[in-house]
């Protein structure tokens, strides 16, 4: 079992910059694949971007180049950067995690195996 805790989210005028953490419980964070999804209202939730267990990455087209994913397995976390915010990525974030030494990523809801609570995002034009 794995609880997953965001925090990080906030405020931010269009073109700032934003770090979500997410912290998991467990002694086996190292073996999971984590990915961070986004749901704006009246939205289905979205893929944002995925880091295997190895450090590998991959981002949707609309954050690519802006977002960036990384992990620290010694604190057992998982950061999203977040550059150049635009008013329309405002959304609950969510991480996602799931139990994976496969190095493939995960880039659909139900892939996860767990999820934590959210943070809110918003963006002011």
């Known amino acids: 079992q794995v609880q997953l805790v965001e925090s990080g989210g906030g405020l931010v005028q269009a073109g700032g910059s934003l770090r979500l953490s997410c912290a998991a419980s467990?002694?086996?964070?190292?073996?999971?694949?984590m990915g961070w999804f986004r749901q704006a209202p009246g939205k289905e939730r979205e893929f944002v971007a995925a880091i295997t267990w190895s450090g590998n990455t991959y981002y949707a087209d609309s954050v690519k180049g802006r977002f960036t994913i990384s992990r620290d397995n010694a604190k057992n976390t998982v950061y999203l950067q977040m550059n150049s915010l635009k008013p329309e990525d405002t959304a609950v974030y969510y991480c996602?995690?799931?139990?994976?030494?496969?190095?493939?990523?995960?880039?659909?809801?139900?892939?996860?195996?767990?999820w934590g609570q959210g943070t809110q995002v918003t963006v002011s034009s």
């Open positions: 467990g002694r086996t964070f190292s073996s999971y694949a």
């Open positions: 996602a995690a799931k139990q994976s030494y496969s190095g493939s990523y995960y880039l659909e809801r139900g892939d996860y195996d767990y």
